[in-house]
């Protein structure tokens, strides 16, 4: 029990923001009933102490999200997450939002649904691990997050543009 920081939301997300949270004894973040800027705050009025951030939520409800717990108290606090975002572009701009965030601890999963870049050119595999040679490493026949200690390195995010200096292979994509 010692080592929950804190329990995501325990309810079906239409049910979530219609009752007190009573009878917990770590704070409670707002998950998946985060469906509009007015839901954090309503929640805080229900009881949870925290947000999750996810960039299929919004660039800017994230910033704001942030502003807000900063602005209510230090027992106000955001999580990351990053669903099934896969390794590339997505990722790379997720974690510059988190890290501009400020936060060091995310749930990271997308690279468990599929088998790292190998959905991708070997060009654009290879023009990512090149850039990026901190994030990514070749295994298992594809180009991949690198994951160490339970950590991923993010130096080479610092660069040029909006956290990558590559670019996907538009001419390799196919239409849906």
């Known amino acids: ?3 929950i920081i804190f329990i995501e939301q325990p309810v079906k997300r239409q049910k979530a923001l219609e009752r007190r949270i009573t009878g917990i004894d770590k704070p409670v973040i707002i998950d998946e009933s985060d469906d509009s800027l007015d839901a954090f705050p309503r929640a805080k009025e229900l009881g949870y102490k925290g947000v999750s951030s996810k960039t299929c939520k919004g660039i800017y409800k994230s910033l704001i ?11 106000y606090f955001m999580s990351g997450e990053d669903l099934t975002i896969q390794p590339g572009l997505a990722l790379q701009q997720d974690l510059a939002l988190v890290t501009l965030l400020g936060l060091t ?3 990271r999963n997308g690279h468990h649904y599929v088998n790292g870049m190998a959905g991708l050119s070997q060009r654009e595999q290879d023009a990512f691990l090149a850039a990026h040679p901190d994030l990514y490493e070749r295994s298992h026949g594809a180009v991949r997050v690198r994951i160490a200690n339970g950590e991923l390195a993010i130096g080479s995010l610092a660069c040029k543009g909006y956290a990558s200096a590559a670019m996907p292979d538009w001419h390799s994509m196919k239409e849906m």
């Open 65 to 75: 999200n942030r502003a807000r717990c900063e602005a209510w108290g230090k027992e």
């Open 1 to 3: 029990m010692d080592s």
């Open 105 to 107: 601890h995310l749930e």
